[in-house]
Each structure stands twice: as C-alpha cells, then as structure tokens.
C-alpha cells in the first residue's frame, strides 16, 4: 500500500508546491492510517488542517479505499 500513497502523493505535490509548500509521507500503518509532514508554506498555514482533509485525505481515500484517515504529525 505504501507505493500506492506515494504515488498519489507524487500527483498532489505539484500543486502544493506551487504555493511554496509540500508533504512528506511519513508512515502508513497496517491500520489505514497515514502518517505525512506538511513542511514549506503548509506546515505554517492557517488552512493546512483543511489542506490535510479535504484535499490529501479525500484524494488518497478516493484512490485507496484501505485509507482510514490522514494525520499531520
């Protein structure tokens, strides 16, 4: 599963690096929960936790139904 998140991590990067920001995919747990860092732009941004949620989380439960959640650690 790990390749799977960070494929789809590779494919919303860009975006978060247009805005000067980026994730780092940290662990992904048997469980379904993936741990990433937001560093640059997002990891002081007062939208990052809506950031995290509505679009890395969405995106990687869309793409991979074994996702539970996302968290920023």
């Known amino acids: ?5 960070e494929d789809v991590l590779n ?10 920001g980026d994730v780092e995919l ?7 929960v993936i741990k990433v860092r937001l ?6 941004c007062p939208m ?3 950031t995290l949620k509505m ?7 869309k793409e991979i139904p074994e996702v539970v959640e996302v968290i920023a650690v």
């Open 48 to 50: 990052s936790q809506m």
């Open 55 to 61: 679009g890395i989380e969405k995106m990687l439960k």
């Open 26 to 32: 940290i662990e992904v747990g048997e469980d379904g």
């Open 1 to 5: 599963m790990r390749e799977k998140v």
């Open 39 to 44: 560093m640059g732009a997002c990891g002081s």
């Open 11 to 20: 494919r919303i990067k860009p975006s978060l690096q247009a805005d000067g």
